[in-house]
């Protein structure tokens, strides 16, 4: 059935019972099967565009008469397809044209036009709405002198260059499957909701799960930060450095291939020749020769470097989580909004009193990231932010002192994998310890974009082209931007901070590398929270005379 842009059809059944029919427009034209005289009286009618829908089609409403039917039938740019809209308020005697139509069947069980499924239902709908895309495609395709194959391609790489682009529109999101994205959820929720105790329960539940990650994950770190500056130093184990191959060993003799060991290996060899050493005084030189100890120093520095950027890349993903959070305080806006409301089509179908289940009641509810008061921000940079990103940073330190403390290249290998999993215990204990409604509403919240969305909107497919076209080919500066990777170049830039602080804190720079500082013996086996985390303000207590130095 061909038409004029801006028509629509009203049909009247015998019981008096009349329908209005909104048609979906393209600017293309359509050959369909016409409407076969029945039973069914139709009045045509013109009516203006007033928004519109997705697929490149046109919605029209608010309908006025034409004079006749060659205006509307016949010949014209673009095809139709029907929707049924019950309208109590027009009806086809109303206009001053009505024309005798008839069809098929005399109910409304075949599509007027496409002749399948109910009009407007999904199955008569669906095929329709295919046929008349296809149809446009095609005549489009044949305008531009292309195959129908070409011209969809072009379609489909339009739609994967937008579809990325979109990507990197701005917007936030809570964390998913992590205590701390529920203890930013939950209490807005509760609070939106009025503080209902069915609601406290959980906010209580992610608070506590929250404090108990993040107890459990300074403990971890403050036992492995005890190991390596309390137990190492007892122990009589010198800062790794650069003792490696090349240079004088912290023994005091060149270091060769042949003569590295790690540090376990070497302390026995070096206790056994000074314990022989020690009983037979007077064969001390002999000794000596014979019972060489060997040094200690690192079996490869590139593989150490290699790990500790391994160890940072694993965990990059937890900083891109704490800047989100921080886009998020920002962004949001500063007052309090519900952070949840009821569908649309729910809120419809509730009207109509249509029965539904307790068990969809939640899918019919739309959570949604939204404003936060100013107090409710401090909240949660104090309880959830400053906490986060404090254990990330010392993870990171802790990590990277460890690694470069180690010397053999399978432990290495080993040990900068493991570190990382410090940081996916909140993940663990969401899904270990976290109440399932709690994980489903972390689940199903949605991000709030940082832009407008009805700017994304395209009606035609010659709109999307154009649209991502000038996303195509963007202007140099930008595209030269683009190709700079940033989170690599971070990456690196972090691990080379991490290590020079290492080099700062535990080594001294003498003929050209860094070797270990002298090294105390602590006054006791003492390590609190304050050492770990502020060690500078709160050193921990040695000996005056260091039990090691470097031999010159």
Not at 99 to 128: H, K, N, T, Y
Not at 197 to 218: D, E, K
Not at 266 to 291: H, N
Not at 357 to 380: H, I, Y
């Amino acid at each position: 059935m061909l038409g004029k842009k801006g028509s629509s059809i009203a049909f009247k059944l015998e019981s008096g019972e009349s329908h209005t029919y909104t048609a979906l427009m393209t600017e293309s034209t359509y050959q369909s099967s016409s409407l076969q005289p029945e039973d069914t009286t139709a009045s045509l009618l013109q009516e203006q565009p007033s928004r519109s829908v997705r697929d490149g089609f046109l919605r029209h409403e608010d309908a006025r008469d034409l004079p006749s039917r060659e205006n509307t039938w016949g010949s014209g740019n673009f095809c139709v397809e029907l929707v049924q809209q019950p309208d109590t308020s027009r009806t086809a005697s109303e206009s001053s044209n009505n024309i005798e139509w008839q069809r098929e069947s005399s109910s409304l069980g075949a599509d007027p036009i496409f002749g399948g499924g109910r009009v407007g239902g999904e199955g008569g709908r669906g095929r329709s709405t295919t046929r008349c895309r296809q149809s446009v495609r095609m005549t489009a395709a044949q305008e531009q002198g292309v195959t129908i194959e070409e011209y969809m391609h072009n379609i489909a790489v339009a739609k994967v260059i937008g579809g990325l682009s979109y990507m990197d529109f701005g917007k936030v999101f809570i964390e998913p499957n992590s205590v701390y994205g529920a203890a930013v959820l939950l209490p807005q929720l509760a609070r939106s909701a009025g503080w209902p105790r069915a609601m406290i329960v959980h906010v209580f539940s992610s608070y506590i799960c929250m404090a108990l990650c993040v107890v459990l994950h300074t403990a971890l770190l403050l036992y492995v930060m005890k190991e390596e500056r309390v137990m190492d130093n007892f122990a009589g184990q010198m800062y790794l450095c650069d003792f490696g191959v090349g240079g004088m060993g912290p023994n005091g003799t060149p270091i060769t291939a042949p003569r590295l060991y790690s540090w376990d290996q070497w302390s026995v060899r070096q206790f056994v020749a000074t314990s022989l050493m020690e009983l037979f005084s007077d064969k001390a030189k002999e000794i000596g020769k014979i019972v060489d100890p060997g040094e200690y120093g690192v079996e490869s520095h590139m593989c150490r470097v290699t790990c500790c950027v391994v160890f940072i890349v694993s965990i990059m993903s937890e900083l891109s989580n704490i800047s989100n959070l921080v886009y998020l305080l920002f962004k949001t806006p500063s007052e309090n909004e519900s952070w949840f409301e009821l569908n649309d089509d729910d809120a419809a179908g509730a009207a109509q009193n249509i029965s539904e289940s307790m068990e969809n009641w939640l899918s019919q509810v739309r959570v949604k990231v939204a404003g936060m008061s100013v107090f409710w921000k401090l909240v949660t940079f104090l309880f959830v932010l400053l906490p986060k990103l404090l254990l990330w940073f010392m993870t990171a330190q802790a990590g990277i002192n460890f690694l470069m403390e180690t010397a053999g290249i399978d432990n290495l290998i080993v040990n900068s994998v493991a570190l990382g999993f410090l940081l996916e215990m909140d993940d663990v204990m969401t899904s270990s310890l976290m109440p399932v409604q709690v994980q489903h509403l972390i689940d199903i919240v949605e991000p709030m974009p940082l832009f407008d969305p009805s700017t994304l909107e395209t009606r035609t497919d010659e709109e999307t082209m154009q649209r991502v076209e000038d996303l195509k080919n963007p202007p140099l500066l930008r595209f030269c931007w683009n190709l700079i990777p940033w989170k690599t170049l971070l990456t690196f830039f972090l691990t080379t901070i991490f290590v020079q602080f290492y080099y700062w804190s535990h080594c001294d720079y003498k003929h050209g590398r860094w070797v270990s500082k002298d090294v105390y013996m602590p006054n006791s086996m003492q390590f609190t929270i304050l050492n770990a985390f502020f060690g500078s303000l709160f050193p921990l207590e040695d000996q005056t005379t260091p039990f090691w130095t470097m031999p010159d």
